[in-house]
Nanobody
Framework: QVQLVESGGGLVQAGGSLRLSCAASASTFSSYTMDWFRQAPGKEREFVAYILGGAGYTYYADSVKGRFTISRDNAKNTVYLQMNSLKPEDTAVYYC???????????????WGKGTLVTVSS
């Protein structure tokens, strides 16, 4: 069983930045693909970004490309989401998730964190 714990959420003004962290308990953390998802009030959960294990290939949703950066520190069993140029529409609960699959959709995620709330004021 892998436990994921997000942190770093909070209230920020539009144009500001936040860095989210997700600490994982997995001893084989480096082999997991790590994803960030978000769910805005009244909306479905949506994909934000993922990073593969190994070489650390990354991929982003169009809505965050160029503003968000996903990274990982395998020595610390932690994945990060650096969020810059935040917009009010980025307001959501942000979740990290893990899978041992390389190609995966939301339904393929094996483990989920409980989420951290990001609120962007206009």
């Amino acid at each position: 069983q892998v436990q994921l714990v997000e942190s770093g959420g909070g209230l920020v003004q539009a144009g500001g930045s936040l860095r989210l962290s997700c600490a994982a308990s997995a001893s084989t953390f480096s082999s997991y693909t790590m994803d960030w998802f978000r769910q805005a009030p009244g909306k479905e959960r949506e994909f934000v970004a993922y990073i593969l294990g190994g070489a650390g290939y990354t991929y982003y949703a169009d809505s965050v490309k160029g503003r968000f950066t996903i990274s990982r520190d395998n020595a610390k069993n932690t994945v990060y989401l650096q969020m810059n140029s935040l917009k009010p529409e980025d307001t959501a609960v942000y979740y990290c998730a893990a899978t041992r699959r390389t190609i995966a959709t939301m339904k393929d995620m094996e483990y989920w964190g409980k989420g951290t709330l990001v609120t962007v004021s206009s």
